[in-house]
């Protein structure tokens, strides 16, 4: 009986634990928010350089999008919440998927999974 009551004690423990480390903060409940490596300048010179704004006649407004930001710095469950249509919901994923990891953010000193929302103006060219 105490070796199950010990058994039971050390998988609920890890379930808890994981659980714990699995949470996702949103940027606003980090001590430091999670950067694209080299800044959010480089960010933009990658955006230039990968985001390939759709073909269309006054292609112009704001793309809300927000990601998970992991622990490892990749991104996932992108999310875009509000586009201008012409296929600026698929570009964005698409984008956002060629993107280098991120530095991730922290809670604590520790290194944890984080949500990102990020705005993405298109003006005519």
Not at 29 to 43: A, H, L, N
Not at 48 to 64: C, L, M, Q, T, Y
Not at 98 to 116: A, F, H, N, Q
């Amino acid at each position: 009986m105490k070796y199950f009551l010990l058994v039971f004690l050390l998988i609920t423990s890890n379930i808890y634990s994981q659980e714990i480390s699995d949470k996702v903060y949103n940027s606003s409940e980090v001590d430091e928010k999670p950067e694209f490596v080299g800044g959010m300048k480089k960010f933009y010179k990658f955006t230039a350089k990968n985001f390939n704004v759709p073909s269309g006649e006054g292609i112009k407004g704001k793309i809300i999008v927000e990601f998970i930001i992991e622990k490892d710095g990749s991104i996932t469950n992108i999310n875009v919440l509000q586009d201008i249509g012409y296929g600026t919901a698929e570009e964005t994923i698409s984008f956002l998927k060629k993107s280098p990891k991120w530095k991730p953010g922290k809670k604590d000193g520790e290194i944890v999974r984080t949500l990102y929302r990020l705005p993405i103006t298109l003006s005519e060219r």
